[in-house]
């Protein structure tokens, strides 16, 4: 937050902030003869950046408070970025095409413009909830989850959520009625909602989506598959009732791996009986199979134990079994197993080793009784 009434005030450093962007052209210095780029990125609230043309004879640098061009009136915003690498920033989000119409940078904000928008910003969370209590009485099936006021305090942006389109002309006259401001609903995802709201996720850490994800990717089902990860809704879905953006997180590297696995619609025969896949262990490199007449039965053999029986399966050779030629079963080196590392296999970490001295207790106050009579 800005303070003070120093020239300091009208510039904001943030330590942690998932808009924020590296300008790693920052030590690059052009020519004198090359043009410098008029065209900067500025940040609003709910992850919200967009591009503004300098006018003349205005420099700014990362951290200022600018007034920009709006419809109507005038928004505040922080830069983000300045310089050349912006126009890396335009290709990556494929602006060039609207360049001609990009909105302009007014100036760098008073001392005033900068109170009126604290000011309108410490509104935004009383005006949420009583516009929630408006669309409840009008029966609307939505959900109001954030409200952001324009900097000069002229127009107000609702952001709902709804799993079906809603009629809100009627929540549009009655707000604006009761606020003052030009109203503008904007619709937006059970994700977006999830990362304005923020929130701690089940792995003990503020959700990636609050933090620093700012593009969602679509998850499937395929990508717990393919991590042998249980097809629980519960486990899987995150704060969103969405899959977990996580699932994705190291997908590739289960698929780059699962490359070097055999065939796994190839049934094994051995003297035993036939043999047929049931499930993979890519960490280990194992295998999981089962007989036909004991399917209950899960034997892990390594992938290149299973080339092995296929080899031998091809020219009509059967081993006697599944791990007749594997001199030991396959270890466990997980640095979990064992007991005293707090497995569930290890039940005595549960014992209070408080009972043992209690009795020792009862029994010197017998001894003590005794040698008293």
Known sequence: MPGGGSER?????????????????????????????????????????????????????VG????????????????????????????????????????RVYRKAKLSDIDKWVA?????????????GMATSLNLSMKISDVEYQGDRTKAIFYYTADERVDFREL???????????????????????SRLGGIGTCGRELCCSTWLTQ????STNAARTQQLSLNPQKLA??????????????????DALKCFPDSTIMLTTQKGQAFFQKYDV???????????????????????????????????????????????????????????GTEDSLTRFDNPEKPRRKRKKRNKSNTSSNKN
């Open 238 to 255: 995150g704060q969103c009732s969405k899959l977990k953006c996580c699932i994705n997180y190291e997908n590739d590297v289960y698929n």
């Open 120 to 132: 309108a910003v410490k509104l935004e969370d009383d005006t949420m909830y009583r516009s929630r």
């Open 172 to 194: 549009i006259r009655v707000l604006a009625e009761a606020f003052h401001v030009r109203i503008e609903m904007r619709q937006v995802g059970m994700r977006q909602e999830a």
């Open 9 to 61: 005030a009208r510039q904001v450093s943030s330590s942690c902030s998932k808009l924020n962007a590296t300008d790693w052209l920052k030590s690059f210095v052009p020519p004198d003869t090359h043009p410098l780029h008029d065209i900067v990125e500025v940040r609003f609230k709910n992850s919200r950046k967009d591009f503004f043309r300098l006018e003349e004879d205005l420099h700014l640098e």
């Open 216 to 219: 969602f990717r679509s998850v």
């Open 283 to 341: 960490l280990k490199k194992t295998m999981g199979y089962a007989y036909k007449d004991n399917p209950g039965q899960l034997v892990m053999i390594p992938a290149e134990r299973v080339r092995e029986i296929m080899a031998m399966n091809r020219k009509n050779q059967h081993p006697a079994d599944l791990l007749a030629d594997v001199t030991q079963s396959i270890p466990d080196t997980s640095p979990f197993s064992g007991q005293g590392t």
């Open 64 to 103: 200022d408070i600018v007034a920009v061009e709006s419809s109507p009136g005038h928004d505040i915003g922080i830069v983000s970025l300045t310089g050349e690498v912006v126009k890396l920033q335009l290709k990556k989000k494929k602006n060039l095409a609207r360049m001609a119409d990009l909105k």
